[in-house]
């Protein structure tokens, strides 16, 4: 009788691991606006019949908190694909040991710049970041050309930028930081602060005021400025640094990583097959004007091509160590 409960005992046990091996479910953490990637994870769940936990960063916090819990998580890995909506976080991550790498069948289709060499990230549809105006408030000849002409008088007071201490504007400002070396960029925002630059809660917030005739313009993603272009005919945007010779615009793929250790990395991968896809890229360019990187990706006609726009060239690397270095700095620059 004892060998018998013994037997049945084991044979519970090999069931209960088994189950847990077999998990139906895969965990993401994303930076991007719920309302246009929840839509896709959803249809991945049909598709697939996987189920999808995800766990999303607030509007107030974004790009910071998912990754401040990734990072507390390091030796007890809960999420399974982190989907960013940009690289640099990916490349902290990278850097903390905490991403595992993942050549994913679709990932040639991508171009050598927006991926890591080791596939530690791998980016998809990405966003740049654009000036928008009120076209109310000022004429599209007297816009500034360059983020540089931004500390010039005759802007005073007149435009907004986010809280550069969340999402993708600590992104812009950070590349900043590489591209024009640290003394330079400093002395750069040392005089948007004296030109009265209008600190916004989140780049929402910058399309709000932009579009409700409360500031002529200010610095904000190409999905916020498509919403704001559907929603009034008195706004529009435009790419900076456009000049031969000029910096260029920051481009922001969407970039995934692999979790280490996580626990459900099959699911994961499928996943992360999924996303890197003609399909989801043309969804997301018909939801949020985000720009495929796949060739021959079919998107409306209003969403700008990669191909006609001059990219600021940017060390990922680089520009991750000066997102963590400068924090105190910008920390003070915010609140002074």
């Avoid at 965990?27 to 995800?54: C, H, M, N, W």
């Avoid at 596939?119 to 004429?139: E, M, P």
Wanted: aromatic content about 8%; charged content about 25%; overall charge negative.
């Amino acid at each position: 009788m004892k060998r018998y409960f013994f037997s049945l005992a084991l044979v519970l046990f090999f069931i209960l691991i088994g189950c847990k091996n077999s998990s139906n479910e895969v965990v993401v953490y994303s930076t991007v606006d719920q309302v246009f990637s929840e839509p896709i994870l959803r249809d991945f769940e049909e598709e697939t019949g996987i189920k999808v936990r995800a766990v999303f960063d607030t509007e107030e916090t974004k790009s910071t908190g998912v990754m401040n819990r990734l990072i507390a998580e390091k030796d007890n890995a809960q999420c399974d694909l982190f989907w960013s909506g940009d690289p640099l976080r990916n490349v902290v991550l990278q850097s903390k040991g905490i991403t595992s790498p993942y050549q994913s069948a679709q990932t040639d289709l991508i171009p050598g710049h927006f991926r890591e060499k080791e596939n530690h990230w791998t980016g998809f549809s990405a966003r740049a970041r654009v000036l928008i105006y009120n076209k109310n408030r000022i004429s599209p000849d007297s816009l500034p050309h360059s983020i540089l002409e931004l500390t010039h008088p005759r802007y005073e007071g007149q435009f907004t930028i986010a809280n550069p201490l969340f999402g993708t504007t600590t992104f812009h400002i950070a590349a900043l930081f590489t591209v024009l070396g640290n003394t330079t960029a400093e002395q750069w925002m040392e005089e948007l602060k004296k030109n009265q630059v209008v600190i916004a809660t989140s780049n929402g917030d910058v399309k709000k005021r932009v579009m409700n005739g409360e500031l002529a313009f200010g610095l904000t993603d190409t999905d916020d400025a498509f919403e704001a272009k559907k929603e009034s005919s008195d706004v529009d945007y435009i790419f900076l640094d456009q000049q031969p010779g000029g910096m260029g615009t920051l481009i922001m793929p969407n970039a995934l990583s692999m979790m280490k250790d996580s626990p459900n990395t099959e699911n994961g991968k499928k996943l992360m097959d999924y996303l890197l896809s003609r399909e989801t890229e043309a969804k997301l360019a018909i939801s949020c004007a985000q720009m495929p990187l796949i060739k021959g990706t079919e998107v409306p006609e209003v969403v700008p091509s990669l191909d006609h726009i001059i990219p600021m060239k940017i060390d990922y690397i680089q520009t991750s160590e000066n997102l963590e270095q400068i924090q105190p700095w910008l920390k003070k620059w915010v609140e002074e």
